[in-house]
């Protein structure tokens, strides 16, 4: 059909007035990752996002449920809500994420001022839960999918520095670690197709990003085989015997070759299943970044094995092995919990010893918190006294700064190639970027701008940041 330009002027409707909201993201890089996805299903409805809550026609809060310190955080971060809503009445909050399959008939009949409650697998049906409803009413979708990964979904990133992205390749996770309520707040484990990843991955390159970040809660774990998700994987393959497999250490290589000059990260690596096939495509490809995130949890075997964690000390340690074997200046990072159920001094003590070992350029510490549902929380009592959880992730924290400050100063005279993010808040010629190793660098230039490469020799440090000077 085709219209005269009169034509179309007469039959124009006039513009809908666009609905505005605010997004406010918790917890890991994994949220953000979801956030993005969400703004670009608003964005596609016509929905304008805007940074102020006063200003929106609703509100969503993008939840994470991994400790108790995180939902108490968001908990009165609804209430402060309420002041909002009275200047509002008509204002829509929503709660998104991971505490909304958990806690939604908490949230929706104690906070009465929650409207929607969207779980991780539910985000596109966000747009019509918001349109059908109705005064004073409540809409809920939490169901978990075994299927949904976005895929087709271009996300709207929120970074904002227009150089390193997210890349979400996988959903969920199946390891039921004893502690953690991820398996049962994101689901099933299902990877993403990786002709999407690839495609997401280009774009972000000709956009003028230089380095993307794989996501995944157990990257190592990503499989997909002649189109399909790992769900599906003895049943397609029986099927039909030529089908490609695609591995994490594949998909990994194939991200790698899409450009040199665009940087690959990702996170997280499990020790029970990183294979040294992906470590010698880390070490084949310079643009793959030396740099690998390993949460140990623990340094003692028993706690391993009450965790669920299926590695023991010594694995861990193999791994860290072949890593500092096959990829020579690799940083390493993990995860630690202080006082999980039961934690015996000695075992503490193997958690400290274990890192004195591994010598870790980075650590996430944690004391434990009891999470609903888990296995812990089942099998397990959470009886290591609060003050003892915290002299213990102090004694860690402390362990881990001097290590960080031995390794920085390590690096004292070494040059590296930094992948320059952004100007600094300080100062419009010093400059802010990442080596491969993940380490934050800063140095004072006036010929070089977020995006470029340069060379930089360190020439002081803190234990969180290198400082160093241009390479002619
Ligand atoms: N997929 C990642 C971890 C995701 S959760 C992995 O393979 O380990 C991020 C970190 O939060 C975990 O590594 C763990 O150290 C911490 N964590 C998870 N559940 C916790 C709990 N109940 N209490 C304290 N810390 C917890
Ligand atoms: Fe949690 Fe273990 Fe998966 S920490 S996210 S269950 S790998």
Request: net charge neutral; proline share 4%.
């Amino acid at each position: 059909m085709s219209y005269t330009e009169t034509e179309k002027e007469t039959i124009a409707v006039p513009e809908k007035v666009s609905k505005r909201f605010f997004l406010e993201t918790y917890g890991c890089q994994m949220n953000i990752s979801d956030s993005e996805i969400v703004t670009a299903l608003l964005q596609k409805e016509g929905y304008k996002s805007t940074l102020s809550p006063a200003e929106a026609d609703v509100v969503l809060l993008n939840t994470c449920a991994i400790r108790e310190n995180a939902e108490d955080k968001i908990r009165v971060r609804i209430k402060s809500l309420k002041a909002v809503k009275k200047r509002n009445p008509d204002l829509i909050i929503g709660v998104l994420g991971c505490m909304a399959e958990r806690l939604k008939k908490k949230l929706l009949e104690e906070e009465h001022l929650v409207d929607i409650v969207v779980g991780p697998d539910a985000y596109r049906s966000l747009p019509e839960l918001i349109n059908g409803l109705e005064d004073g009413g409540k809409a809920v979708n939490v169901l978990l999918s075994r299927e949904e990964t976005y895929a087709d979904i271009n996300p709207v990133r929120l970074s904002g520095n227009g150089i390193t992205a997210y890349i979400s390749i996988m959903r969920g996770c199946d390891n039921m670690c004893s502690f953690c309520v991820v398996p049962f707040t994101r689901g099933r484990e299902r990877s993403r197709d990786p002709e999407t990843i690839m495609n997401e991955a280009k774009l972000l390159f000709e956009q003028g990003y230089r380095e993307v970040t794989l996501l995944g809660q157990n990257v190592d774990s990503y499989k997909w085989f002649g189109g399909g998700p790992k769900k599906d994987f003895e049943k397609v393959t029986a099927e039909n015997k030529n089908a490609e497999v695609v591995s994490f250490a594949s998909l990994l290589e194939k991200v790698a070759l899409i450009h040199p000059l665009l940087r690959v990260r990702f996170t997280t690596s499990n020790p029970q299943d990183m294979t040294n096939e992906v470590l010698h495509v880390i070490a084949k490809y310079p643009n793959i970044c030396k740099y690998i995130h390993l949460p140990m949890q623990a340094g003692s075997s028993s706690m391993l094995e009450r965790m669920n964690r299926g590695y023991d000390r010594e694995k861990y340690l193999r791994r860290i092995e072949a890593i500092r074997e096959i990829i020579p200046g690799c940083s390493i990072s993990t995860d630690i919990i202080a006082g999980f159920c039961s934690e015996t001094e000695e075992e503490h003590k193997e958690t400290l010893s274990l890192m004195e070992k591994v010598k870790f350029d980075y650590a996430y510490i944690f004391t434990y918190s009891e999470r609903p549902g888990t296995l812990a929380a089942k099998k397990y009592k959470d009886d290591i006294p609060e003050e003892i959880k915290l002299t213990r992730m102090q004694e860690i924290l402390a362990r881990q700064r001097r290590q960080s400050m031995d390794n920085n100063e390590a690096d004292i005279g070494k040059v590296f190639e930094v992948l320059v993010e952004s100007h600094s808040k300080r100062s419009k010629q010093q400059l802010v970027g990442r080596n491969s190793q993940y380490k934050s660098i800063v140095f004072t230039s006036e010929q070089h701008k977020p995006g470029d490469y340069v060379h930089v020799c360190i020439t002081k440090c803190t234990s969180g940041t290198l400082l160093g000077e241009v390479l002619n």
